[in-house]
Nanobody, 120 residues
Framework: QVRLVESGGGLVQPGGSLRLSCEAS????????TRWYRQAPGKQRELVAS???????SYTDSVKGRFTIARTNTRDSTYLRMSSLKPEDTAVYYC??????????????WGQGTQVTVSS
């Protein structure tokens, strides 16, 4: 059983910053790719950022230059640093971790979500 615990969401004014954390624990042989998604009310869940083995990050266009994804050397923790936040960034943010159960079985897990609200 793999568990992801997210933290760091909250209410912030436009232009402010937040850092989201995602900690993985459980039966993990190794972590492959970590992704952050978000879902705003009435909208589909969208991929915001991802970081693959080797540390190559990618971002959706709307957050490029404002969001940074990173993870620890042990890869059990992933962070999403968000700056210059806009009201349109308001959403529930979810962490998704793709991991190996053993040397060849790939699986994935989701966090419970953390609310980010950008409002004055």
């Amino acid at each position: 059983q793999v568990r992801l615990v997210e933290s760091g969401g909250g209410l912030v004014q436009p232009g402010g910053s937040l850092r989201l954390s995602c900690e993985a624990s459980g039966n993990i042989f190794s972590i492959h790719t970590t992704r952050w998604y978000r879902q705003a009310p009435g909208k589909q869940r969208e991929l915001v950022a991802s970081i693959a083995p080797g540390g190559r990050p990618s971002y959706t266009d709307s957050v490029k230059g404002r969001f940074t994804i990173a993870r620890t050397n042990t890869r059990d923790s992933t962070y999403l640093r968000m700056s210059s936040l806009k009201p349109e960034d308001t959403a529930v943010y979810y962490c998704n971790v793709q991991y190996y159960r053993d040397s060849y079985t790939l699986d994935d897990a989701w966090g419970q979500g953390t609310q980010v609200t950008v409002s004055s």
